[in-house]
């Protein structure tokens, strides 16, 4: 059963945009914290934004260029703007009950499939 599904990835240029969104099913649609990760190749799994309680958290590599929403409880989604090739990831979304929200992986037992991001010079 796919608790969470991401979508919205794709292959941009620098300088683009993408919107990746992530669906939630019934029982994480609840989840207090949903957040969004990426893993690029040979690299571990970073945090890139949060959001819980009306309050959102980003990394710095990405502030100002990322905003996360969730303005209905079984959606997120990530706009990106300003992108560039550093983006390219595979981008999770992770949900869960914790508070404070964590920026930590290791904090999130629910993941989804991910999408891929690929941003050309």
């Known amino acids: 059963l796919v608790q969470l599904f991401e979508s919205g990835g794709g292959s941009v240029q620098a300088g683009g945009s993408l919107t990746l969104s992530c669906t939630a099913g019934t029982y994480l649609a609840s989840a207090t914290c949903m957040a969004w990760f990426r893993q690029a190749p040979g690299k571990e799994r970073e945090g890139v934004a949060v959001?819980?309680?009306?309050?959102a958290e980003y990394a710095d590599s990405v502030r100002d260029r990322f905003f996360i929403s969730r303005e209905v409880k079984n959606l997120v989604t990530l706009q990106m703007w300003s992108l560039v090739p550093e983006d390219t990831a595979m981008y999770f979304c992770?949900?869960?009950?914790?508070?404070?929200?964590?920026?930590?992986?290791?904090?999130?037992?629910?993941w989804g499939q991910g999408t891929q991001v690929t941003v050309s010079p």
């Open positions: 992770a949900a869960g009950w914790q508070w404070p929200c964590p920026m930590d992986s290791d904090e999130y037992k629910w």
């Open positions: 959001t819980g309680g009306g309050n």
